[in-house]
């Protein structure tokens, strides 16, 4: 049996190719038996041969070759320049005065950021793009069952109607089983580029973890990461499926009365999927704890602010509130001591009208005196915006982290709500799909707010009404109160917020209450516990409802849900 070519035979000489290999060349990546040893070493007396054992090859690092110097290793590495040098590179004044840093600690540092980018591709991307992939698979499968149950609905009418439209209702099985397919195939070629993303993902993984395993230096250098590509995430497709809309049995028109199916289609949605996060606030569209409602809401605390009137409250933690009123300063208080930590004036000397805490723990508000919106960081106001012809009024900070801003015109005639992402306006929502305006006009308190669905949240006093639109400004449903009131007085909305439900509540300032209602407008309860025309509302992460009370100006902290 051939020794070189036996399965069950161990590693050879690169040289005699008979003998077992006992040392390795760490300059020539040569594996050599001892016999060899001399022989290799005098094969190219240019190099520096390191022959070390085998069981310690990988041991010397493998300098990158100068590209300026031939057969001089590069040692150093020049900051400026972003390159390796050599000793003659130095000796040059090419790099005199520049930062030179040991390439070992350049290499260090590489591989640091590395194994980090790997580390977030291995623990944080590719479990996302799994994750993905499943939720589409499900898709799928609650596809299937959907289109099923729209059959066997049009199959049962149908069982109604004489033989002559059988023909019918075979056409429009067809027409369900057509978009079913159409649909199912464009989910497919979806999920088919997540599993091909996915499959890189996982190639990149293994190439960094080959370069990292080497002593080539050169390779290392030539890693390049995809992570920044990676890190943004498919788009959702979420089909809209058709509906089977029966009519009554008549004699004539049998196409038009047996029933229509409306189209099914694709909506995508590019912020639907979102990296999952280890923050202790959860994300629009994560899955919260299911909580159920108290059958007697209670006051855990009362915090008096000292203003003469006080308007709004909004939560930075579970432990601080912050609060304005009628003065130009807004305070800081500690939920559990009631004590004031901090106060800060606005840049005009007005009083805010609105305030709210952004994604990123800042505080922000709008100055409806000079037109303004405005941030705080580390006690410094920024003005982030400033508007012409239109005034601010209430402001909240999205779950992506930008901000919502409703606005009346200068002539108080309009009213509109604009998304911005930092000083870029993104969209404007004004009008319905029938060019009527969503929100009323003149100079009435307005309050928004997002929902977790992302349905932007309007309490529109003037038209005594909460109005909600989808993400994309199409209207959903108004809500204008419910009876019997606690008072058995009309609807006042003011403040609005809204929970870890995506239950929408609002301060009822007539009836010295809190509605609360569902994401989709149906009324679910009141809140009162001895309330005090409330104004202001917010919600902290343990979905505790803070109500900022007009008059007696005291925030009461209240526990409704469990």
């Not at 994560?286 to 605390?301: A, G, N």
């Not at 009137?309 to 800081?332: F, H, P, Q, R």
């Amino acid at each position: 049996m051939d020794p070189r070519t036996s399965a069950q035979d161990v590693m050879r000489c690169d040289l005699c190719e008979t003998t077992v290999v006992q040392m390795h060349c760490d300059t020539c990546l040569v594996n050599l038996c001892t016999a060899c040893v001399g022989k290799h070493m005098i094969s190219d007396e240019s190099k520096d041969h390191k022959v070390v054992k085998f069981q310690a090859r990988k041991s010397t690092p493998l300098y990158p070759g100068c590209t300026t110097h031939s057969k001089q290793q590069c040692t150093m590495y020049c900051n400026k320049c972003d390159i390796p040098v050599c000793t003659k590179c130095l000796a040059s004044d090419q790099h005199l005065g520049h930062k030179l840093s040991e390439i070992l600690q350049i290499v260090d540092e590489k591989k640091d950021k590395i194994l980090k980018e790997q580390t977030e591709l291995k623990e944080k991307i590719y479990p996302n793009y799994k994750d993905i992939a499943s939720d589409v698979k499900n898709r799928m499968s609650q596809l299937q069952k959907e289109y099923g149950d729209l059959s066997t609905a049009i199959t049962k009418h149908g069982e109604d109607w004489h033989r002559e439209i059988d023909k019918l209702v075979k056409k429009l099985r067809a027409e369900v089983d057509e978009m079913k397919n159409t649909q199912l195939q464009t989910l497919q070629k979806h999920l088919d580029e997540i599993n091909k993303t996915m499959s890189d993902i996982k190639d990149e993984i293994n190439a960094v973890e080959m370069a990292i395993d080497t002593n080539d230096l050169s390779k290392l250098f030539k890693v390049t990461s995809n992570v920044n590509i990676y890190r943004s995430l498919p788009q959702k497709l979420i089909p809209t499926l058709s509906k089977f809309i029966p009519e009554k049995i008549q004699e004539e028109k049998l196409g038009k009365m047996f029933g229509t199916l409306s189209s099914g289609s694709f909506t995508s949605d590019k912020d639907g999927y979102r990296m999952k996060t280890t923050q202790k606030s959860l994300e629009a569209g994560s899955s919260p704890p299911v909580k159920q409602l108290l059958d007697e809401p209670e006051t855990v605390t009362t915090i008096d602010t000292g203003y003469e009137v006080l308007y709004n409250v909004a939560c930075l933690s579970d432990e601080e509130i912050w609060t304005s009123g009628n003065d130009s300063t807004m305070k800081l208080y500690s939920i559990n001591q009631g004590s004031l930590l901090k106060s800060i004036a606005t840049k005009s000397g007005k009083e805010p009208y609105d305030i709210a805490v952004t994604k990123s723990g800042d505080l922000v508000y709008t100055d409806y005196w000079d037109r303004t919106v405005n941030i705080v960081k580390n006690e410094k106001i920024k003005e982030v915006i400033r508007l012409q012809n239109w005034i601010p009024k209430s402001v909240c900070s999205t779950s992506s982290g930008d901000l919502l801003v409703i606005m009346t015109s200068d002539d108080r005639k309009q009213t509109k709500v604009v998304h911005y992402s930092g000083s870029t306006e993104k969209q404007t929502i004004q009008f319905d799909d029938k060019g009527t305006p969503l929100y009323s006009s003149g100079t009435y308190y307005r309050y928004i707010a997002e929902n977790r669905n992302l349905d932007i949240c309007v309490s529109d006093n003037g038209a005594k009404a909460v109005v909600v639109v989808n993400q994309a400004g199409k209207l959903r449903f108004r809500y204008t109160g419910h009876t019997p009131a606690p008072k058995n007085k009309p609807f006042n909305s003011r403040g609005i917020t809204t929970d870890s439900q995506s239950h929408i509540l609002i301060a009822d300032y007539n009836n010295d209450c809190v509605h609360i209602i569902d994401q989709d407008g149906q009324f679910l309860r009141y809140i009162d516990c001895g309330l005090s025309e409330p104004r202001g509302l917010c919600i902290d992460t343990n979905d505790n409802l803070f109500v900022a009370q007009l008059r007696n100006t005291q925030v009461k902290k209240i526990k409704y849900m469990c």
